[in-house]
């Protein structure tokens, strides 16, 4: 990271900030998480969505990608393409009991914040 990288970001989180005076200023992710998403066969980064919870608090989702950009998510089963219309505008989410490695509980700023810095103060 450059000096101009920094300052672009400090700019950027500022700019955020003014305009979310309480808000969350961003996310804790722990390098057990990542490694966790990293890990997976055939992954090559990791995407990032944002969400809002029953509550309306933002959430942050972590899920793999790979190669040709389409997240690292289990296959439907069998049911479960039975189930979906070839004409419908909505796809089924898969199975629960698939085991993937997605990130949803990832802590935020606040409570899990740096000491002040130019990206956060």
């Known amino acids: 990271m450059t000096n101009n990288d920094l300052q672009q970001a400090s700019t950027w989180t500022r700019n955020y900030r003014n305009q979310n005076l309480n808000g969350i200023k961003g996310h804790c992710l722990s390098a057990e998480t990542l490694q966790g998403i990293l890990s997976q066969p055939a992954c090559v980064g990791v995407r990032a969505y944002y969400g809002l919870d ?68």
């Open 54 to 121: 029953d509550a309306g608090q933002p959430q942050l989702v972590l899920v793999g990608y790979d190669a040709d950009d389409n997240d690292i998510l289990p296959a439907p089963s069998a049911t479960e393409l039975q189930r979906l219309d070839a004409k419908s505008q909505m796809q089924e989410l898969p199975s629960e009991e698939q085991p993937i490695s997605l990130a949803i509980h990832v802590p935020p700023c606040p409570p899990c914040c740096s000491i002040e810095n130019p990206l956060n103060s």
